[in-house]
């Protein structure tokens, strides 16, 4: 076994050998913990700050691009942030471990049972704010963790997970082991941790595109399962009863930030509204400092440009014949993350998410709402795209379970 491989299964082999103490941790041990983490956070503020600031400056002399330093880089605000989160989740009910279901013939009862999967991985790339959103809704579901990063984020995990993660583990009494940041910087790792079927059966995928479809195909190949959020890019269509100031109001809140899968990424427009509201949406669009881009494409019309590091301050725009166009469009020719409408017409709204069959979908509204914390006031681990039963979605603690039944005596 190579020195990669083998860094990797030691750290599943630890989280594996802690997550007894976490699975029988009591609501408040675990609470506890969150509400340590977060009081660490602003505790050690500086210290995390400082080994941030030495990873976006090495990014930065290598060259990578605004909207990737945008994801790697934890500003004072953004760690107020990330504390509050922590507050939030500490404060969520916690999952019913034990649900009633039926009484069965022969005086006998059948109970679903909620356990925790054991262990889980996740890879992701320069989001150290990551490290913390997944290790505190392992910890909130009671799953152990094996968490890996890319090399630009490491030294902030690492950061975080030595002065606020584990320390606040221990104070309240759970195995600091339970929660595992794989220190190698090889691409090898990721590959290494989607083979361990047996001490780590389900692993988060973020990132990006391609790199991510390949590990959950390499994960298939070796019995783990995932969830994979490999792609995104929202979607708004623009009715023909649209208002023309709402428009311009969601283009330009839908571009607040442009490294993210949610952001605006196709903009389409009824061909009898175009010339009426272009005026407004090309005023949104420069105010963000965002280049429309125009027929005819020498792109996939669902290019996703949050992935393009050259030109992600980029927007496609298209005409459409109508609502039934757009939907075909975003159906077919898009991730499916999410779209939304813009229209002053309820019967149009309605006719979108009926036909819209995505992640989510939105009237008068912007696609950066489907964000965990946005909707469901927790963090997530990631917005998970599949098309079959399981988690859809934004993913949260609430989700990282297995069921078992259990028939007991009435």
Known sequence: MDEVAKAVEECARAAKAAAPSLAAAGDDAVDAALLGMAER???????????????????????????????????????????????????????????????????LRLIERRRPVGVIGANYEARPNVTVDV????????????????????????RLRETVIAPAL????????????????????????????????????RGSGDSTRALATEAAVHGVRTLAHAD????????????????????????????????????????????????????????????????????AIGYEWALDSEREATVTVEKVGGLSDAVEIANERTSGLAAGIATENPAAAEQFFDGYTGTGVFWNAPTRLLDGFKLLAVPETGINLDRVPGPRGPVTYTDLYVRQYAVVPA
Request: some cysteine; aromatic content about 2%; charged content about 25%.
């Open 41 to 107: 956070l602003v505790a050690h503020r500086d210290e995390v700050l400082e080994a941030n600031r030495a990873d976006v400056a090495k990014a930065t002399a290598d060259g990578m691009s605004a909207g990737l330093l945008d994801r790697l880089t934890i500003t004072p605000e953004r760690l107020d942030g990330m504390a509050a989160q922590l507050r939030l989740l500490a404060g969520a009910p916690h999952q019913e471990r034990a649900v009633d279901v039926s009484t069965l013939d022969g005086g």
């Open 135 to 158: 290790a505190s809704q392992l910890v909130k579901s009671r799953n152990a963790g094996v968490l890996r990063t890319g090399s630009a984020a490491l030294g902030s995990a690492q």
């Open 170 to 205: 221990d104070a309240a009494g759970i195995d600091a082991d339970v929660v595992q940041l794989v220190p190698r910087v090889e691409r090898e790792a990721a590959s290494a941790l989607v083979r361990l079927p047996g001490l780590v059966p389900l692993v988060i995928l």
């Open 232 to 299: 995104g890019g929202g979607v708004l269509y623009v009715d023909v009863a649209a208002d023309a100031a709402k428009v311009r109001d969601l283009v330009f809140a839908s571009l607040d930030r442009l490294g993210v899968c949610n952001r605006l990424n196709l903009l389409l427009i009824h061909e009898d509204v175009h010339d009426a509201v272009w005026p407004q949406i090309e005023s949104a669009l420069a105010d963000r400092g965002v280049t429309p881009s125009l027929a005819p494409h020498e792109h």
